[in-house]
């Protein structure tokens, strides 16, 4: 029985390591997180029901999943050309009025990047392609923060401020004058460049405005 979990591969072989001797674990540190495989040897004398034994098997899984896991939280680099979709946080007060990457939690049983999609989705209205890992750090309270490249999917609709104070298009040279959440700002140096790629690659571009784009409100 295996599992992809969202958890450091550490923690998920300290918890695998006191099971008892019947059952073995073979765990895999992936990208999108670690492969914990669950095998159980039981004695011939031993006649419970396969399901019996599998449900155990599930059972003593999740419970490892639930110790080992870690709070992730994912962000888009949103690329259209030679721009960047910037969100204005609303909340809490603390960062209200900053700048960041549009993103969310990781929900248990997803991975990294279905849980960016589902988060742009809600967030700004829109469906996005994800693209390269840009990067990844550890948060001052223990969870993981991962930065993805993204693009908008063909025949997406715009993206609009659902969540945030607003949202817009940004151009490179505005970038690292924003006030930015901290956690984001480590990162702008890295994004401004894949722009100003993006503008060498593509060749010269229609002027655009940057004009904010509208707060649209749930029913």
Request: with cysteine; proline share 4%; hydrophobic share 40%.
């Amino acid at each position: 029985m295996a599992e992809l979990i969202d958890a450091d591969a550490g923690d998920v072989r300290r918890l695998a390591a006191a099971l008892p001797d019947r059952v073995s674990a073979s765990i895999a540190e992936l990208s999108a997180g670690t492969l914990l495989t669950l095998e159980i040897r039981l004695p011939w004398w031993d006649r419970r029901r396969r399901s019996s034994v599998l449900a155990g098997l599930e059972h003593t899984l999740r419970d490892i999943e639930r110790q080992a896991h870690r709070r992730t939280v994912v962000a888009a680099a949103l690329i259209d050309g030679d721009r960047l979709l910037i969100a204005q946080r609303a909340h809490p007060p603390a960062l209200a009025g900053q700048w960041e990457f549009p993103g969310g939690k990781v929900e248990r049983g997803e991975t990294a990047r279905a849980a960016l999609v589902r988060e742009c989705s809600e967030e700004l209205g829109c469906q996005v392609m994800i693209d390269q890992e840009i990067g990844r750090q550890s948060l001052d309270d223990g969870a993981l923060f991962i930065l993805f490249q993204a693009s908008l999917a063909p025949g997406s609709a715009d993206p609009a401020a659902l969540e945030h104070r607003q949202i817009r298009w940004a151009e490179a040279t505005e970038l690292a004058q924003l006030d930015w959440v901290a956690t984001n700002r480590k990162y702008v140096t890295d994004v401004t460049g894949r722009l100003q790629m993006s503008t060498t690659v593509g060749g010269a571009r229609k002027a655009r405005p940057n004009a904010t784009l509208p707060r649209r409100r749930n029913n």
